[in-house]
Nanobody, 114 residues
Framework: QVKLVDSGGGLVQAGASLRLSCVLS????????MGWFRQTPPGKERKFVA?????????AYADSVKGRFIISRDNAKNTAYLQMNNLKPEDTALYFC??????WGQGTQVTVSS
């Protein structure tokens, strides 16, 4: 069965950068579009952050992160990434990767202090 493991979160100051990673196992990675979502506070609806096509040739972003976040993927490594630059306190959330077909990672916490 397909499984996702996301990682890379942490506590940083405003203006810093982080890169999240998401590794897929149990499936063919290039078969999936991939996305990142975030949730705050716990239990609230997960909100779309970014998505990337199977080839990496097409991406989309939430308005709140455009120009600061970059989604990418390495199909040889079964890994999707979210490069987050110029982080703001309002980016604080639990971040999840997803296959956009119902499979989710366990979440990685990003906390940005002012």
């Amino acid at each position: 069965q397909v499984k996702l493991v996301d990682s890379g979160g942490g506590l940083v100051q405003a203006g810093a950068s982080l890169r999240l990673s998401c590794v897929l196992s149990g499936g063919i990675f290039r078969d999936y579009e991939m996305g990142w979502f975030r949730q705050t506070p716990p239990g609230k609806e997960r909100k779309f952050v970014a998505r990337i096509s199977w080839s990496g040739g097409a991406t989309a972003y939430a308005d709140s992160v455009k120009g600061r976040f970059i989604i990418s993927r390495d199909n040889a490594k079964n890994t999707a990434y979210l490069q987050m630059n110029n982080l703001k306190p309002e980016d604080t959330a639990l971040y999840f990767c997803s296959t956009l077909r119902g499979v989710w990672g366990q979440g990685t916490q990003v906390t940005v202090s002012s």
